[in-house]
Structures are given as structure tokens and as C-alpha cells.
């Protein structure tokens, strides 16, 4: 079984490239982020044509989540249970720092699929230090954590996915140092990802892949993805029972080329028990000609 996470920055904007990579990668369960859309609005007939079931939890113009799966869709949960988010359908402008509450947002949706309890998440860029933004950022991890105590144990088979905006440790990062000082590499937001492990689930691609120049996200802006500079904040973190039976696992850089316009992250693929269908990532040619143009700068 193939697994996979991508935030997509739009499903609306993104759906060709969405219905294109699900051609190509052919996972049996995707978990999707920043859909940006309300249930209502969100388009299902595509991801049932190509087989998959979907389930969806948005508020409108901000956030929202997904799972697309092929191998079933048992037990759904959204905002880890506590209740309506808010409606942002009709707002222009997101929240003020005072009013920020991303606890009131759509970034928690989770089910079991193929035997799996998955869950799609979105974690809070956090912005800036020392903000409101980045103390929500904190607590929401926190939920996170009580989460998994209040509905989830280290012996299930369990997988969160996602972009979780913060990078597990300097090795996932283009440059630590230009990166110090920010969110993302924050020792607080780090402790918060450090927790998910204590408790027992496992960083499954960085236990797979210990290459320190492979990332999930780059800034549109200044050819960074083209220079690969670049983190990784989108993470799937699995029980042990779980990361066992992993047999490959690979970020496509090939699918944050697009087409047609891509997002600016790149989906992050796990198989279990055997090989899915096979894909070419692009990270070989990529980090040559990288290395090429670094030696000739």
C-alpha cells in the first residue's frame, strides 16, 4: 500500500496536477493540505472516477484537509473531536493576530483506511517569533500531542501526515544558519515534534532516506527550488508497527515542477509490505546540476 502527503495550495488551482500525479504515483491513500475550500464546494467526481473515496474537512478560503483513499474509509474524525470550525467562505482577510485561534481552523481530518488510522494535518506557519502566531503554532502541537493520549496508543497502527511547518532537525534545512532566528527552526517548535516521537511514533522518511539535501518545500521566490534550497516540513510520522513495514519511501521532487502550475510543496511517498507503482523523483540529475553550477559560481 502507498501513502502519500502533499499540501497542494489550492485544490481548485491544483486539480489537474492533483489528477495527473494520482496517474502517475497511483497511491491507495493521499492526504491532502490546504485544499483552501468548504465541503460543499470541493470537487469529489474527479477522485471517484480515478477510484478514490474522499473525505474532507475546510471552512472556505483558508486551510482545510483531506483523504483520498482506495482502500476504504472507517471512523472519521475532524478537528480531533472537538466540534465545528469556524466558516471563512466569505472573509477576505484572515484573522488578526488577536483573534487567531487555530483551534477554530480546519487543520485536523483523520480516518482508518486499509487497517491505518491516517490523519491529515496542517500545522500554523507561526510567522514570526515571540507573536500570537507563533504561541497558537505551539498550542496546537499541544493539542496534537493530547490527541494522540486521548484516542490513539503507541502499539496502533497509526500514521500522521502532513505539513506540519517545522523541520525535525538542522539536517532539513538548506542552511541553518541563514535559517536561524525563524520559525520552522525554532527549538520550541522542534520539542513539539520530538514529543510526537516520544511517544512513540517514528520520523518513517528521514528513517528511510538519511540524505540531509532532499526537501519537501521551497519558496517560489529567487530560484530557490532550482538551487535546492529548501526544507523538509512535510513529514509522516508512524507507529513502529507501522514504519516495519515500510519498504521504500521518496519526496517526488519531479511534481513541485508541476504541471501545470505547481505548488510550492512537493508530495512525500511511503510504500508498505512491497513496492508500489514506480516513479522517478528527479533528485539524481537535480542535485548534479546543483552541484555543477555551485562549483562554477
Sequence with gaps: MRIATWNVNSLKARLEAVELWLGRAQPEVLLLQETKLADDDVPEMPFRMAGYELLHHGEGRWNGVAIASKVGMEAPITNFGDGPVRESRSTKDAPSA???????????????????????????????????????????????????????????????????NVTPTDDDVWDADAAHGATHVSEPERARLAALRDWGLVDIYRSYQPASDRFSWYDYRAGMFHKNMGMRIDLLYGSRSVADRVTWAEIDREARKGPPTPSDHAPVLIDLDEPGTPIEAGWEGALTRVKKRSKSS
Design 98 to 164: 488577536e483573534d487567531f485561534d487555530p483551534l477554530t481552523e480546519a487543520r485536523m481530518v483523520s480516518a482508518v483506511c486499509g487497517g491505518i488510522r491516517v490523519a491529515s494535518l496542517y500545522a500554523p506557519n507561526g510567522r514570526e517569533l515571540d507573536s500570537p502566531w507563533y504561541e497558537g503554532k505551539l498550542r496546537w502541537f499541544d493539542r496534537l500531542r493530547a490527541w494522540l493520549d486521548e484516542a490513539a496508543s503507541p502499539g496502533d497502527a497509526l500514521l500522521l501526515g502532513g505539513d506540519l
